[in-house]
């Protein structure tokens, strides 16, 4: 199974950009579909980003679309959400996941996801 660990959240202006990475250990990671969810206080997971594991199809939430751009690097079993334009909406934990590798998942869906790290803050101020 993998193991997920997220980085590179931290206090951004509003404008600025970021970019999370999340290193996975485990032998399935280029076949599996990567996802970002992100958690604003008092709210819930959300969907943000996600990548399949086979030809690279990207999906975003409205919401971030044409800001977020997620990406992989199998070779270093690494998943990345380069965030720009940042908005004080954006504040949240980012969490990365992994999903379980069934066909006819909802890539949206946290139900879709069979793996999870354990969250970076991003906050973002005006």
């Known amino acids: 199974q993998l193991q997920l660990v997220e980085s590179g959240g931290g206090l951004a202006q509003a404008g600025d950009s970021l970019r999370l990475s999340c290193a996975a250990s485990g032998r399935t990671f280029s076949r599996n579909t990567m996802g970002w969810f992100r958690q604003a206080s008092g709210k819930e997971r959300e969907f943000v980003a996600a990548i399949a594991g086979t030809y690279d199809r990207k999906y975003y939430a409205d919401s971030v679309k044409e800001r977020f751009a997620i990406s992989r690097d199998n070779a270093k079993n690494t998943v990345y959400l380069q965030m720009n334009s940042l908005k004080p909406e954006d504040t949240a934990v980012y969490y990365c996941?992994?999903?379980?590798?069934?066909?006819?998942?909802?890539?949206?869906?946290?139900?879709?996801?069979?793996?999870w790290g354990q969250g970076t803050q991003v906050t973002v101020s005006s």
């Open positions: 996941a992994a999903d379980r590798l069934v066909r006819g998942g909802i890539v949206a869906s946290r139900l879709n996801y069979a793996y």
